[in-house]
């Protein structure tokens, strides 16, 4: 299959390139290819003719949002309604990558694909309005919610506490009161592949491994896996205030997958099999 990657450069899209291999892929990202440029996005479209698009790319610094509400908006929602919009020229199914920060964070349970969005931060407004968008041009796409992201090279939070795990130092806090799904880029890309052998599902999937946690339970099992010794505390969101404000519950539910059979992989397992190989014991 032929298949076009936006953002291909980013953690997700090294991940996927690698993982997709089998097929014939084309990344597109800066500064060859830019998707709020139609005419750069229209000449990868017409060389490449791709089959099917994972859009990745996308402003993802969510306290940056905040201050460049603007930008924020010209890359999640206008370069999203223009990727969309090449895909229908090109007749190339689409799968728009999104996330958890769609929804407010308040509820109790698990969201699910049906829940209605309510996003609090600029990023989360900006990625929902991304998926209108997306959904507006070509109503048969797929977008895919994924959370709490982590993948090889990083960045992510997993490879900042590693780091900040192998140094010493007083006990590190970390947030015990903001709960989701940790997910490896490699779930994610399973979850792609699926995706891509079942044309038949469409609309919104969410995509995250199984189990909920806080970031400092999934701080204390990383160092478990390490065999990392710094002590570490719990800690609020209050005690460490962001201009974007954080979930508290963004967890969610897998029931598109779960209805076809498949189950993403528990947290702790992903990360077990990632600290394995990101960070081989010498």
């Known amino acids: 299959m032929r298949i076009l990657i936006t953002g291909g450069k980013g953690m997700l899209g ?12 084309y990344v597109a990202d800066l500064p060859e290819c830019d998707m709020l440029d139609s005419a750069s996005l229209q000449a990868a479209f017409s060389a490449f003719r791709p089959e099917a698009v994972i859009h990745c790319a996308a402003m993802t610094k969510v306290d940056d949002c905040e201050t460049k509400r603007d930008l924020a908006y ?5 370069g999203s309604a223009n990727v969309a919009a090449a895909c229908r020229e090109a007749g190339a199914r689409l799968i728009a ?3 958890d920060y769609v929804f407010a964070g308040d509820g109790e349970d698990a969201y699910a694909e049906t829940d209605l969005p309510a996003p609090r931060t600029v990023y989360g407004a900006s990625k929902y309005a991304g998926e209108r968008a997306v959904f507006a041009a070509l109503p048969e796409a797929v977008v895919l919610r994924i959370a709490w992201l982590y993948g090889a090279d990083g960045p992510s939070f997993i490879h ?5 795990g192998a140094q010493e130092g007083a006990p590190l806090k970390v947030v015990d009161d903001q709960h989701g799904n940790p997910t490896s880029t490699t779930a994610v890309a399973d979850v792609i592949k699926l995706l891509l052998a079942h044309p038949e599902i469409s609309g919104v999937v969410h995509g995250t491994c199984e189990g909920v946690c806080s970031w400092y339970e999934l701080t204390v099992e990383l160092f478990r896996l390490l065999g990392l010794k710094r002590s570490v505390q719990p800690c609020t969101t209050a005690e460490f205030p962001r201009p974007a404000p954080r979930p508290a519950n963004s967890a969610l539910a897998k029931t598109v997958l779960n209805r076809h059979g498949y189950h993403t992989p528990k947290w702790q397992d992903a990360l077990a099999e ?3 190989t990101e960070f081989p014991v010498s």
């Open 274 to 276: 990632f600290a394995r």
């Open 74 to 78: 010209r890359l999640n929602e206008t």
């Open 14 to 25: 090294r991940t996927l390139q690698k993982e997709l291999a089998g097929h014939d892929l």
């Open 97 to 99: 990558i999104s996330t």
């Open 160 to 164: 900042t506490m590693a780091k900040l």
